[in-house]
């Protein structure tokens, strides 16, 4: 059984910062890209950063400079740093991770999506 679990949401004031992080939980694991998406009210989701086992990352436009996307490979854990953070980032945010758990015949794909945590940007 693997899962996602994410921590890190709240609630900052413009131009402060958080730090989200998402862990992978199981045994005999392999994961790839792991990142981050964000979902506004009444707005589609969005990738915001991800980033590979090799280390490429990628960001959306709105968040380069802003935001780093980092990983942990022995803990199978991806962080999103966020600064200087703006009301329109205000949305929910939720973990992925491309996984690869082994078993004794076979080595099987999940597409993971973690529950999300709201990030709000306010004054």
């Known amino acids: 059984q693997v899962q996602l679990v994410e921590s890190g949401g709240g609630l900052v004031q413009p131009g402060g910062s958080l730090r989200l992080s998402c862990a992978a939980s199981?045994?005999?694991?392999?994961?790839?890209?792991m990142g981050w998406y964000r979902q506004a009210p009444g707005k589609q989701r969005e990738l915001v950063a991800t980033?590979?086992?090799?280390?490429?990352?990628n960001y959306a436009d709105s968040v380069k400079g802003r935001f780093t996307i980092s990983r942990d490979n022995a803990k199978n854990t991806v962080y999103l740093q966020m600064n200087s953070l703006k009301p329109e980032d205000t949305a929910v945010y939720y973990c992925?991770?491309?996984?690869?758990?082994?078993?004794?015949?076979?080595?099987?794909?999940?597409?993971?999506w973690g529950q999300g945590t709201q990030v709000t940007v306010s004054s």
């Open positions: 980033t590979t086992s090799g280390g490429r990352t």
């Open positions: 199981g045994s005999m694991l392999s994961i790839d890209a």
């Open positions: 992925n991770a491309d996984v690869r758990k082994r078993a004794a015949v076979t080595t099987e794909r999940h597409i993971l």
